[in-house]
């Protein structure tokens, strides 16, 4: 197959608002690390030139080679410093790899989401919980990670990384060490409102304006008044005390199994260890890998070995191979430039 650019990566307004892009090629070139040959291009409009390999995910890469079996260690329940260890590179490359691989995530699920936009209905109900980690100190620095799972479908649609207050009482030595790191850094408040607000807001944003919305939480009272803010009288909200078991019969079992598939694939969530996140950001990014995978590479259930989360949920029309999902970059959507396209192909790729 054939690549076609749609769009210019300049990113300046002129090429991003003009109603039709024209390129032109400019030979090709092989490259070094991999001996893969790349065709190359060059705007009409800006003159500037770019390639194939300027819309990949591994641009600027210096070991695509490790791509796969990178990706694999950070899903894999394996440290940085261990997977640097099996993979024989610096533990800087898989902290960069973690990053780009994140971002590259959460815009690739955005994509998926923001295609099948709210005109088609979600079946069944959707189940929200918080599950509790730290940064790099236990009881100085805990985190909030919310999450909005799809119960039919088990899909992961959102999560994210907030702050939450000190857990007290504190030893003396850690009330010293609070004090400390209250001077710079200053005082630390509860982000859990905000961050549970967010998935809220992607649920409003990917369901109808009309007809029932069905959630499913626990008996925090912070979320019945966040929900009735966004869905009124639309919102079918029932709660399950956080005390009773998390069998099968528990209704938050898809997303209490969810959080147990968390923990045991990201070693930054295994509990008492020295692999504990040092920085939220960081977590953040390694969380949006494990979803992406969760939801478009793994199979549903070991029953059902030839079906994703995000088939059943309608996000992807097949499974995905991790070549597939690291590929393509998701371009920027921008009010001039609504042009996207599916990032599991390339763009506009003919015969």
């Given at each position: 197959?054939?690549?076609?650019?749609?769009?210019?990566?300049?990113?300046?307004?002129?090429?991003?608002?003009?109603?039709?892009?024209?390129?032109?090629?400019?030979?090709?070139?092989?490259?070094?690390?991999?001996?893969?040959?790349?065709?190359?291009?060059?705007?009409?409009?800006?003159?500037?030139?770019?390639?194939?390999?300027?819309?990949?995910?591994?641009?600027?890469?210096?070991?695509?080679?490790?791509?796969?079996?990178?990706?694999?260690?950070?899903?894999?329940?394996?440290?940085?410093?261990?997977?640097?260890?099996?993979?024989?590179?610096?533990?800087?490359?898989?902290?960069?790899?973690?990053?780009?691989?994140?971002?590259?995530?959460?815009?690739?699920?955005?994509?998926?989401?923001?295609?099948?936009?709210?005109?088609?209905?979600?079946?069944?109900?959707?189940?929200?919980?918080?599950?509790?980690?730290?940064?790099?100190?236990?009881?100085?620095?805990?985190?909030?990670?919310?999450?909005?799972?799809?119960?039919?479908?088990?899909?992961?649609?959102?999560?994210?990384?907030?702050?939450?207050?000190?857990?007290?009482?504190?030893?003396?030595?850690?009330?010293?060490?609070?004090?400390?790191?209250?001077?710079?850094?200053?005082?630390?408040?509860s982000e859990s409102r905000t961050k549970v607000a967010e998935c809220f807001d992607v649920l409003e944003a990917i369901t109808q304006k009309s007809g029932a919305v069905a959630?499913?939480t626990d008996e925090k009272h912070t979320y019945r008044a966040l929900l009735q803010e966004r869905f009124g009288e639309r919102l079918l909200h029932s709660r399950t005390n956080?005390?009773?078991?998390?069998?099968?019969?528990?209704?938050?079992?898809?997303?209490?199994?969810?959080?147990?598939?968390?923990?045991?694939?990201?070693?930054?969530?295994?509990?008492?260890?020295?692999?504990?996140?040092?920085?939220?950001?960081?977590?953040?990014?390694?969380?949006?890998?494990?979803?992406?995978?969760?939801?478009?590479?793994?199979?549903?259930?070991?029953?059902?070995?030839?079906?994703?989360?995000?088939?059943?949920?309608?996000?992807?029309?097949?499974?995905?191979?991790?070549?597939?999902?690291?590929?393509?970059?998701?371009?920027?959507?921008?009010?001039?430039?609504?042009?996207?396209?599916?990032?599991?192909?390339?763009?506009?790729?003919?015969?």
């Amino acid at each position: 197959m054939k690549f076609q650019p749609t769009r210019c990566p300049c990113k300046s307004p002129e090429c991003d608002s003009s109603p039709s892009f024209q390129y032109q090629r400019r030979g090709r070139f092989r490259r070094a690390c991999d001996g893969r040959e790349v065709q190359r291009f060059q705007c009409k409009r800006c003159k500037r030139t770019f390639s194939t390999q300027t819309f990949r995910v591994d641009y600027r890469l210096r070991q695509p080679a490790l791509e796969r079996r990178v990706f694999s260690s950070l899903i894999s329940k394996v440290t940085q410093r261990q997977a640097a260890r099996d993979l024989h590179c610096s533990r800087g490359l898989v902290a960069r790899r973690n990053k780009t691989y994140g971002m590259h995530c959460r815009a690739f699920h955005e994509q998926m989401i923001f295609e099948r936009g709210s005109s088609l209905s979600w079946s069944g109900c959707f189940l929200l919980d918080e599950l509790e980690t730290y940064e790099h100190n236990r009881r100085l620095k805990p985190l909030t990670v919310p999450v909005l799972v799809h119960k039919p479908s088990y899909c992961i649609l959102y999560a994210t990384v907030g702050k939450l207050p000190p857990r007290r009482p504190l030893s003396k030595a850690n009330l010293r060490k609070l004090a400390a790191l209250e001077r710079a850094e200053g005082t630390r408040r509860s982000e859990s409102r905000t961050k549970v607000a967010e998935c809220f807001d992607v649920l409003e944003a990917i369901t109808q304006k009309s007809g029932a919305v069905a959630v499913r939480t626990d008996e925090k009272h912070t979320y019945r008044a966040l929900l009735q803010e966004r869905f009124g009288e639309r919102l079918l909200h029932s709660r399950t005390n956080s005390k009773v078991r998390r069998t099968f019969r528990n209704p938050l079992f898809a997303v209490n199994h969810t959080f147990a598939m968390l923990r045991d694939g990201l070693s930054r969530l295994v509990r008492r260890t020295w692999a504990g996140s040092k920085e939220r950001e960081k977590l953040e990014w390694h969380l949006w890998i494990y979803a992406a995978w969760r939801n478009y590479v793994r199979p549903i259930t070991n029953a059902r070995p030839n079906e994703t989360a995000a088939m059943v949920a309608g996000l992807a029309p097949r499974m995905l191979e991790v070549s597939e999902l690291l590929q393509w970059k998701v371009p920027a959507r921008s009010p001039h430039n609504e042009r996207s396209q599916n990032p599991s192909r390339p763009p506009r790729a003919v015969p």
